[in-house]
């Protein structure tokens, strides 16, 4: 093989000439691990392409069946997205590997639109790597150890969030966390537009809930938020809402350097006093940051469970503490019962979502955040 082989932060592959070498070196692995692929021709990437925009464009959503059911919500003016609380899955496209020795990696979703339909999950997590090759966003947890997934390519897990949606307006906002698990190039930029356009394909702009939406006319988002608050429900409803989990380089250059995020279709993780804040991760769903974050006006993910510590050993005392924290996206890996399992994680009398324990007006109940009657 022609080239040298590079081991890149977080097994990102290294693309030679000739051959694809695809490295993992983490530090809880007694060495790197690497698998040799075979580089596809450029005609032979052709052929797979057209094939792919053939099977995607199969199908219709002219069945009558699939209409949408008319709704109406009389308090949509009044209550906002921030004060629900929804279940979320954690590293929602996960499916766990034949073979899989590593306890924390032994669970497995079901495909997105089941999850929505099925399973009450709003908010779902999409860990993305880019291809230098294909020069598309693929979503894969740790590539050679943990690859597999139940929506590869971006836009195909973007497409099944997006088919359920058109079916469904009257849903709240569904939440979608990236979290990029590779660098970035000399002009981010690029790769910034790259992934915007990969959301565009399949989410109208329209139907995306952006920080310019939020921030009108203040000079800041924080500002906004502050003083106006978010968007309503009636305001949202039918629409995404995309949010970065990264605090380091990635988020630097997104915000443009850490000053707004103007013309960006993604919220970013956020810092106490940055005018960009907006929405926050806090994991542990005991610190008293929840609260404070919630009260002020921020939107906060956290989770229920975390590496099937809780899960596997029928501990709630984690669950309970994020539904109590007022958190407004609760994430887990078991958002459906699973058999062996004495472990789920639902939204106490949710349809699906409910209103949010702290911050909710008097008076709101689950039907008025989304209504089970009015969605398919």
């Known amino acids: 093989m022609q080239g040298s082989v590079r081991f890149l932060p977080g097994g990102v592959i290294s693309r030679l000439r000739g051959d694809v070498l695809i490295c993992a070196n983490y530090a809880w692995l007694a060495g790197p691990l690497c698998r040799r692929r075979r580089r596809l021709s450029s005609a032979r990437r052709l052929v797979i392409g057209l094939s792919s925009a053939l099977a995607l464009g199969c199908g219709s959503d002219a069945d009558p069946a699939d209409a949408p059911l008319k709704f109406e919500y009389p308090r949509d003016a009044e209550i906002r997205i921030n004060q629900l609380q929804a279940k979320g899955s954690h590293n929602s496209y996960h499916v766990e590997t034949e073979g899989m020795t590593v306890t924390a990696l032994k669970y497995t979703h079901a495909p997105l639109g089941v999850q929505l339909a099925e399973q009450g999950v709003r908010k779902v997590e999409l860990d993305t790597r880019f291809d230098l090759e294909t020069g598309e966003h693929y ?67 329209s139907r995306i809930l952006t920080p310019d ?12 938020l502050v003083t106006g608050g978010w968007p309503t429900l009636g305001q949202a409803r039918g629409k995404v809402l995309f949010y970065v989990d990264e605090s380091g380089k990635w988020r630097d250059a997104y915000t443009h350097g850490g000053k707004h995020l103007e013309g960006r279709l993604m919220f970013a993780s956020s810092e106490p006093g940055a005018d960009y804040e907006a929405t926050y991760v806090i994991n542990d769903p005991t610190s008293t940051e929840i609260g ?49 399992v004495n472990y789920l994680v639902e939204i106490p009398g949710g349809t699906p979502s409910r209103c949010n324990p702290l911050v909710a007006p008097a008076g709101c109940t689950s039907e008025d955040i989304e209504n089970p009657a009015f969605i398919r």
């Not at 939406?213 to 906004?224: I, M, P, Q």
């Open 292 to 340: 404070q974050r919630v009260k002020e006006g921020f939107i906060v993910r956290t989770r229920a469970d975390a590496d099937n510590v809780e899960p596997l050993a029928g501990d709630t005392q984690a669950r309970e503490a994020a539904l109590a924290s007022g958190a407004q996206l609760i994430s887990t890996d078991y958002p459906a019962p699973v058999d062996g």
């Open 139 to 205: 979503v894969v947890h740790i590539p050679l150890i943990d690859e597999q997934s139940n929506c590869r390519r971006l836009v195909d897990c973007l497409k099944a969030l997006s088919a359920w949606s058109k079916k469904n307006p009257a849903h709240h906002p569904l939440f979608v966390q990236i979290e990029p698990k590779d660098g970035l190039p000399k002009d981010p930029e690029e790769r910034f537009a790259a992934l915007h356009d990969e959301i565009l394909s399949q989410w109208d702009r």
């Open 213 to 224: 939406d939020v921030r009108g006319a203040a000079a800041t988002l924080r500002e906004a």
